[in-house]
């Protein structure tokens, strides 16, 4: 009888099948099954699971490596850095898996059967027909020796079934949904091995996690219901069987579990939208994990919180909003500096604009070395992604006249609110005042009688096109006497051109 482990010198993984890109799902499970080792300094494993060959181009491993890194996790051993129980990718097991296999057949614990799609779809329409579950009846498992010649002169290739017992009761521990029993019976014997050799999920994943001194799984709850099915090849093989922990699903907007097959949105699409990956790592560490503390948290703090435990077993739901949160918080620890590298990193879909406000920015850094540093601190309160900072830099640096700057409707109420008299007025003041904005401010509001809202909305929508935003005082330097005058003196036009 196999034992199982205690969590002494825990040994977690992530074994993801690399046929797309990594989506939050998939990153939450391995971030907790980094934490898990992390928590205890324990090792991480990571492995990839290649056999479906048809879904594996490189460019998928590469990728998933490139993600995990660019999320911050680490492993101990993998298929880049090998490690004490190589390799790492399953299609370079495979004379593993066949020693195994040779086990199985020896002790008459598995059998070829060669039944076509066609054979097991009737035998499952039967059972269904009359309310059974349907399940291998185990048409094959009687055949002689000489029955399976002829078949495969026929050229069929069978696959290879695992005999399951005929009764008996096997219980699966889990250390999220507790104690769940299983009639071996309802099981049915199943494929371990495909027809063209390949192993099947099953055989592979539980072989391997064996093999490699996995004593924690912790994994999606999509593979709850294949738990039993791979203790009973652990215990066949005499293999230890690790703990298990299944994660419930993260959902997405549509309800469904977010699935590479389908699309779901992707870490690699987050990261290009300019989310950091603190925030992703603080996001996805709450998402079905409690933590009392509701500020941003380092790796440390996160890993020296994180307690299976904790886990919870409702579904969780991608939420953006929460997320964005998480980002908010993250940007808040950077400083002006690393705040200016991470605008310049940031890989913008509209790329040849964005190129040229960078340009002009650098232009303009040879008169003004501070200037990132200053429009970055101006701006940082009010964004949260590249895109948004990009629109203020077009908001300060473009040279585009008022006309040409994208105005919010609030932003034209706010100008019809000024009298025609106030431009001119405001465009003088300004050049008298040098660009001093609190010399500025006051003087026009003793020579207009506006003051408060009335005064300060009209010049934030005649200098930026918007009604919010960060402070002018910051801006105004940034804008420059040339173009803050330039807009001041064409506000009203722009206004009768949008009364039209
Ligand atoms: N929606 C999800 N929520 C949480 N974990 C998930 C989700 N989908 C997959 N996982 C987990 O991610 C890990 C890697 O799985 P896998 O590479 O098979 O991803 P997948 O998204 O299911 O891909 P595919 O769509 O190709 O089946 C597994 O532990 C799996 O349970
Ligand atoms: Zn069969």
Redesign the pocket.
Known sequence: MAQYYTTMDLKSRFA??P??YL?L??A??ALFAWLAARAVAGRFVLRLEDTDQSRSPQIYEKALLEDLCWLGLNWDEGPDIGGPVAPYRQMERLDIYHQYYETLLAAGQAYPCYCSAEDLAAERAVQRASSKSPRYGGRCRHLNAEQRRDLEAKGIQPVLRYRVPDSGMLTVPDRVWGERSYALADLGDFVIRRSDGSPAFFFANAVDDALMGVNLVL??E??LSNTPRQILILQALNLPVPEYAH?P??LGSDGQ?????HGAASLRDLQFQGYLPAAVRNYLARLGHHYAESDLLDDQVLAAGFSVDKISRAPGHFDVVQLQHWQRLALQELSDAQLWEWLLAANLPNVSIENRLVEKMLKAVSEDEDLPIKFVAAVRANILFPEEAVDWARRCFADEAFAELEKEDAALAALAEAPAEFWPLAAMLLQQSAGDYRIWTKTLQQESGLKGKSLFMPLRAALTGRSHGPELAALLPLIGMERAQQRLRTAPSVLSEARK
């Open positions: 993801p099948s046929t797309g989506h799902g998939n939450r499970t994994r999606g999509d593979h994660l699903l993260l579990p977010l699935s590479k097959r």
